[in-house]
């Protein structure tokens, strides 16, 4: 069923089972897997149906720390989420890939690192996410989707290097909406922006969901069970502002609310010479490819977890694409740097650097604009390295309050991102496994190495928010527990990439398809003690 928070009257209360926060791919896949169950569930949306500029004004924030895409650009109040932001002019398609084994893992020499439970646990709820994304088969082993002839992996001796694949879906979490206003159980509210949980009547729960409208008028949705899945930012947001009994905030206890957030690590590194013109020729696998019919995939380098583990590494894919040799100069890095740096705030450092640069380089970039307009792909002479990396967890960089409010007087969200030199180091560190793995190949290497550069290279977010809300088994250590549910709050979940403890390299979309695939069974199964032992929701 269909319905918008203007239609309700001026403090209703409403009373179901099951509210959730968020019609993002958490959210919606939550909702999706509740149809057909006896609980009546409502699915709060902010936005509308498609992207309206009064809701994504409640989108804006505040940035201190490393440069970060402007938080009302990274984010999108509508239904399907951020999931409306995959497609972009020359990019159709968005990236699935599962974390690997080493990413659950509690690993030396990275503080706070592992997982409550391992891969192989959230095995099956991938396999299910693969599908309800429609994504192809589940199936990440780069040799299944390699063309011997055409687009072979680049034959690289066993060990320390790899090629894995990512899979490119086509659809973002707006299709649906038909399913999910026809529910019969489920009733989709949009334009219901949520500014309070309140825990009056019992601080170990979540009696009532406050929603406030552009008039500044209220209503309530009384719930048995609440999720949040309202994106990496607004859920350490809107547990910090709930306040009016936790003083620090719901699942705040420990002050670990809006800690750990992370974004991915992404920026162009170097580029792969190659000792035969063909090596570029037949890197077809690293560039998005249709294997299959309906199916896309692109191939990537990364080091094994075995490596990893020796050489205590974050997680790290690199993708090589073939490019002009222009393409790899300073001069057109820092114009590309430049014109990163309008959405990005603070501002990047180096501005000055990057501008001299491109004095100095005006040689360059002419030729750069030349070979763009005239040479054809298949004539480009290197592999330009683009870098997918992890962050280490680091309570330092965090989601806090602003000084500024919204339009409903509410704090804005401030992000203060972290990222350490160690993590640039371990990149670094990664892209010297490839160089090596490349010569011992006799395949070429690598130049301009990561850190060689001046200024330094701006790694650029990719709207990865992640890790703010963490889950730990111990409450002194995490925001939720094994199951989702916040430390302290009985009845209040969580849903989404804010939960990671850890990050992986891979983007987060299929791993949170797949934790509310998860979550969504334990609520089933919370549901069902609650029809037998109705006190079980008090």
């Known amino acids: 069923m269909l319905s918008d928070v203007r239609e309700l009257d001026n403090d209703q209360q409403v009373d179901v089972d099951v509210c959730v926060v968020g019609a993002g791919p958490a959210g919606i896949t939550i909702a999706r897997e509740l149809i057909g169950n ?104 780069a040799r299944r989707w390699a063309d011997q002839d055409r687009t072979p ?42 500014v309070d949980l309140a825990t009056d009547g019992d601080p170990g729960r979540v009696n009532r969901v406050e929603l406030r409208r552009e008039d500044g008028s209220r209503c309530f949705v009384r719930a048995g069970l609440v999720v949040l899945a309202a994106g ?18 719901l699942g705040n206890d420990h002050d670990l609310v809006g800690r750990f957030f992370a974004e991915r690590m992404s920026a162009r590194t170097g580029y792969i010479l190659p000792a035969s013109p063909d090596l570029v020729r037949r890197a077809g696998l690293y560039d998005v490819n249709e294997p299959t019919p309906g199916v896309r995939v692109q191939g990537a380098l990364r080091v094994t977890d075995a490596a990893q583990r020796q050489r205590q590494l974050l997680n790290c894919a690199f993708f090589p694409l073939p490019r ?43 030729t ?41 007087g509410l704090p804005v969200a401030r992000v203060d991102w972290r990222p350490a030199d160690s993590d640039r180091a371990s990149i670094r560190a990664s892209q010297e496994a490839v160089d090596e793995a490349l010569r011992g190949a006799g395949l070429g290497q690598v130049e ?52 990671f403890p850890t990050y992986g390299c891979s983007n987060p979309t299929l791993t949170v398809v797949a934790l509310s695939l998860r979550l969504a069974d334990h609520l089933k199964k919370r549901l069902a003690e609650i029809r037998v032992h109705p006190d079980a929701s008090r």
């Open 448 to 499: 301009l190495m990561l850190g060689d550069e001046q200024p330094p290279t701006l790694f650029e977010g990719n709207f990865h928010h992640l890790g703010a809300t963490r889950m730990h088994t111990d409450a002194s250590q995490g925001v939720v527990d094994a199951d989702s549910r916040v430390h302290g709050i009985r009845n209040l979940y969580v849903a989404g990439s804010s939960v």
């Open 153 to 194: 992996p680049l034959p690289l001796l066993p060990g320390t290097v790899e090629s894995t694949v990512f899979h490119r879906g086509i659809d973002d979490f707006s299709g649906f909406y038909e399913e999910l206003v026809r529910a019969p159980n489920v009733t989709l509210v949009l334009h219901a922006s949520v």
């Open 232 to 249: 990496g930012i607004e859920n350490p947001r809107l547990l910090l502002q709930s306040r009016r009994v936790h003083r620090h905030g």
């Open 324 to 366: 002009n040799l222009s393409m790899m100069s300073e001069a057109v890095r820092s114009l590309a740097t430049l014109a990163k740096a309008r959405s990005r705030r603070p501002l990047p450092a180096g501005i000055g650097g990057h501008l001299r640069n491109v004095v100095a380089g005006l040689g360059d970039l002419g």
């Open 38 to 141: 006896d609980a009546e569930v409502w699915l709060l949306e902010s936005g509308g149906r498609d992207a309206e500029r009064g809701a994504q004004r409640l989108n804006r924030g505040q940035s201190d720390g490393y440069p970060l895409h402007r938080l009302h650009q990274s984010r999108v109040r509508a239904f399907g989420g951020t999931s409306r932001h995959w497609f972009r002019p020359g990019d159709d398609s968005w990236a699935a890939r599962p974390l690997d084994p080493i990413d659950f893992e509690v690993r030396p020499g990275i503080r706070y690192s592992g997982w409550p439970f391992d891969r192989a646990h959230l095995e099956p709820y991938y396999v299910q996410a693969q599908e309800l994304c429609r994504l192809g088969p589940f199936d990440y082993d």
């Open 368 to 408: 750069f604009a030349r070979e763009r307009l005239r040479m054809p792909d298949d004539a480009r002479g290197v592999l330009a390295l683009r870098a997918q990396g992890e962050q280490a967890p680091n309570p330092d960089s965090r989601v806090t309050l602003g000084t500024r409010r919204d339009r409903f």
